[in-house]
């Protein structure tokens, strides 16, 4: 079996039985962390040593949200509105796409994720208007080596004359059931399947009772957006509480409009929510809930969710999703009472906790990932700490948090593999999937141009 030692590093394991130790080995056998503890003696067996000294290991993060085939857009839409993107990117970009555009976006896309420090992707893919889309997006998610939750979704162009609106159409049980007998069938493998449902605020209420009641019969998660513009259903969310189609397994994305009474229902039911804290603001949602999710006792997970508008540094994302919340606390307070609360309202801590444990709570994989625990997958990330930007260290969790940039992940570990040693990703043919990203990106744009002229 494969063992891998890293000596002598700054651990934060994100479990609360093992804590934080300042001079600390991580042990991984096979595909599994062995121990977390100093000193580890490894007897007379053989195993590669690390040297940790003047780095940190922290949990592999996870991106809980993201639409990993617009890669090959990066940037294209960073001055778009919300109302803006539906138009052009749903109703516009996205009807061009080819399989071979998701396959090279998603590949790309899922590499950059593992270079940022991320080792686990929710993928919301919703747009796959062919099986051969969704083939090309799962088989970019595994040539990646990442570690993936697939939600499937649908896309949502703008119909043609006798066709229906997306709005009206459930989802396909049949790609489901093909996907669950065919490349997603392991629920425990390297890749995983879940839904990107409408939800009653994209569809009929009818498609919302089926597409919950698919979930729950296949045992999936069900992911879905809540937010920019009225809601599709009136009373919607109600409805599905009162049939008990609501509960773990429900994943809200976003939630920005949500009012108090019915997000107190949904926290007692026990859904979960992830913000994508940057790409609200810039798009128009409205502020984050990062806070009024504390408020009720629960944490929020954290998405970056369009490359197309910007950076795929979860991290950032960690820092937006912190920096705004502490803001808003902030003025609240000195509204309240003419001053600034006397501490923060919200430690560095919580933000790691956001990007690891509670990301892996909302999959339902808390047992395998999310932190450094003897048992769990080995998922994790080495920081170089002795860097520039970072150094000296004087208190590990908010350097991670606060100041660790893509230039500082000097290694990437997935299920006992590591996917990035000294800096640089281990992958073939890095150059040339750039440029098949770039051949796409272009040719996305000219035929969509195209398509403009032509009108």
Not at 168 to 183: K, Q, S, T, W, Y
Not at 226 to 251: D, F, R, Y
């Amino acid at each position: 079996m494969r063992r891998t030692l890293i000596r002598s590093a700054t651990v934060i394991s994100m479990d609360d039985a093992i804590g934080d130790l300042a001079t600390c080995d991580v042990l991984v056998e096979g595909s599994r962390i062995a121990d977390v503890r100093p000193s580890i003696d490894l007897g007379s067996g053989e195993a590669e040593i690390v040297d940790g000294t003047g780095r940190i290991v922290i949990p592999g993060l996870i991106n809980a949200h993201m639409h990993t085939w617009q890669t090959g857009l990066r940037g294209f839409a960073a001055n778009w509105t919300l109302l803006e993107y539906f138009r052009r990117m749903h109703a516009g970009l996205a009807t061009v796409f080819r399989p071979e555009d998701i396959h090279i976006a998603t590949l790309v896309g899922a590499l950059n994720q593992i270079n940022c420090g991320t080792t686990t992707l929710v993928d919301w893919c919703h747009n796959n208007p062919t099986p051969e889309h969704t083939d090309a997006a799962v088989r970019g998610l595994i040539e990646s080596g990442i570690r993936a939750a697939f939600f499937h979704g649908s896309p949502k162009p703008e119909p043609k004359p006798g066709e229906p609106h997306f709005s009206e159409i459930p989802h396909p049980r049949r790609e489901v059931e093909r996907l669950l007998a065919g490349p997603l069938a392991d629920r425990d493998g390297l890749v995983t399947l879940g839904l990107a449902i409408l939800g009653p605020h994209y569809s009929t209420l009818d498609v919302a009772m089926h597409d919950f009641r698919l979930a729950r019969e296949l045992k999936l998660i069900a992911s879905m957006h809540q937010g920019g513009g009225p809601a599709k259903t009136s009373g919607g969310w109600e409805k599905l509480i009162e049939a008990g189609l609501v509960g773990a397994g429900i994943n809200i994305v976003h939630g920005n409009d949500l009012p108090d009474d019915l997000l107190d229902r949904m926290v007692d039911l026990g859904v979960s929510f992830s913000v994508t804290p940057e790409n609200e603001m810039i798009q128009g949602h409205g502020f984050p809930i990062t806070g009024r999710l504390l408020k009720r006792g629960v944490r929020p997970t954290i998405g970056i969710d369009l490359e197309s508008v910007l950076a795929g540094d979860l991290f950032s994302a960690a820092r937006v999703a912190l920096s705004m919340q502490r803001a808003l606390d902030n003025a609240e307070t000195r509204k309240a009472s003419g001053t600034i609360p006397a501490t923060t309202t919200i430690p560095v801590r919580e933000a790691l906790r956001w990007i690891t444990t509670e990301s892996a709570r909302m999959l339902g994989r808390e047992s395998q990932i999310g932190s450094l625990t003897p048992g769990k997958l080995a998922d994790l990330v080495i920081i170089n700490a002795s860097d520039l930007n970072l150094f000296p260290v004087h208190d590990p969790v908010a350097t991670v948090v606060m100041q660790t940039s893509l230039a500082n992940i000097e290694a990437v570990m997935i299920g006992g593999a590591w996917k990035k040693r000294n800096g640089q990703l281990l992958v073939d043919g890095l150059e040339t999937k750039k440029q098949l990203l770039a051949q796409s990106g272009r040719r996305l744009v000219q035929a969509i141009e195209r398509q403009g002229r032509a009108a």
